[in-house]
């Protein structure tokens, strides 16, 4: 088959930053610049990273971003007051608490500090609660919010269709599970979420018309668990040891790609799947932020 069968997250990601863009010469033309606060707290290896992308995409979409890093021994307290004062700063319409934190800090506490106007991460109860209920005036998380654009975008029907997710996590696992199973277009999926509790995985896999790998085990999703011509999509990011590989290691997803693009009917790479399409759902809510925040204001 080739490559023909892949989902390029690239080029769909490249798409939506296009459409963005669009958007924020718009707000432009009104005196407005949408602003975008990182919060980083300690050196997490991997968080420096992910927050370093999203920084160079903001600024290469003409969204100002501001990173502030915290030290690894911040209090919770003074996590707080930094998101308060983020929260009242009418110049930053997004902002960004890069999980995952210490384990000191309490997330749930942060991401309620949070003003839900500003939570282009859709982590705030008020929009995690919005996504349950299918109203869409608030924030979806931006990996799931993300998959399902690479679904659309590709043609790939979620209607009545059978769709297992692998992974019940906040960030991924649950929120795509409320995505796809709302009434309306580009949803209305039977949905399964597997976990690690979950008896017979592969048996429900195999059901799968769609399936989502978002639990964090390496190449845990083999041939055998994939329906021929099923949509496999691999939203995990996993370090493993690799003598052979720079540094020891080397990065690999969920799925055993080499195995199942054969059988697959699409799927994505990982890297240049799932990856960039966080990134261009994260800009797009930005957008949205301020928007709907200065549209307020008028
Ligand atoms: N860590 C892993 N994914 C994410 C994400 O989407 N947002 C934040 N803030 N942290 C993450």
Do not use: W
Not at 239 to 249: E, F, I, M, T, Y
Request: one cysteine or more; proline letters at 5%; aromatic letters at 2%.
């Amino acid at each position: 088959m080739g490559t023909s069968n892949l989902i390029d997250g690239r080029a769909i990601a490249e798409q939506i930053h296009a459409e963005t863009a669009q958007r924020i010469e718009k707000l432009k033309q009104r005196g407005i610049q949408p602003g975008l606060a990182f919060v980083r707290v300690g050196e997490d290896p991997a968080s420096k990273v992910y927050v370093g992308m999203k920084e160079r995409t903001s600024t290469r979409l003409g969204i100002r971003s501001l990173t502030r890093v915290l030290d690894e021994k911040t209090s919770e307290a003074d996590l707080l007051t930094l998101i308060r004062e983020l929260n009242v700063d009418p110049a930053i319409h997004g902002i960004l608490v890069q999980a995952p934190l210490p384990s000191h800090i309490q997330a749930s506490r942060v991401y309620s500090t949070v003003s839900p106007e500003k939570d282009v991460d859709g982590f705030h109860p008020v929009n995690v609660g919005k996504l349950m209920l299918g109203d869409s005036s608030g924030f979806a998380p931006c990996t799931p919010a993300g998959v399902q654009q690479l679904l659309i975008r590709s043609g790939v029907n979620t209607e009545g269709v059978e769709v297992v997710i692998l992974g019940r996590g906040d960030i991924v696992g649950k929120p795509m599970a409320a995505i796809l199973c709302q009434k309306g277009k580009h949803a209305n999926s039977t949905v399964t979420i597997c976990h690690s509790r979950t008896r017979n995985i592969a048996e429900h896999c195999r059901r799968a018309d769609i399936l989502i790998a978002a639990m964090g085990v390496a190449e845990f999703v083999k041939a055998d668990m994939v329906k021929h011509g099923a949509t496999v999509i691999d939203v995990g990011v996993n370090r493993v040891n690799d003598p052979a590989a720079k540094g020891g290691s080397k990065l690999v997803g969920d799925v055993d790609f080499a195995a199942i693009q054969p059988i697959a009917g699409k799927i994505t790479p990982n890297p240049g799947g799932v990856g960039p399409m966080t990134i261009a759902m994260l800009m797009q809510n930005t957008v949205l932020a301020a928007e709907q925040l200065t549209e307020k204001a008028v």
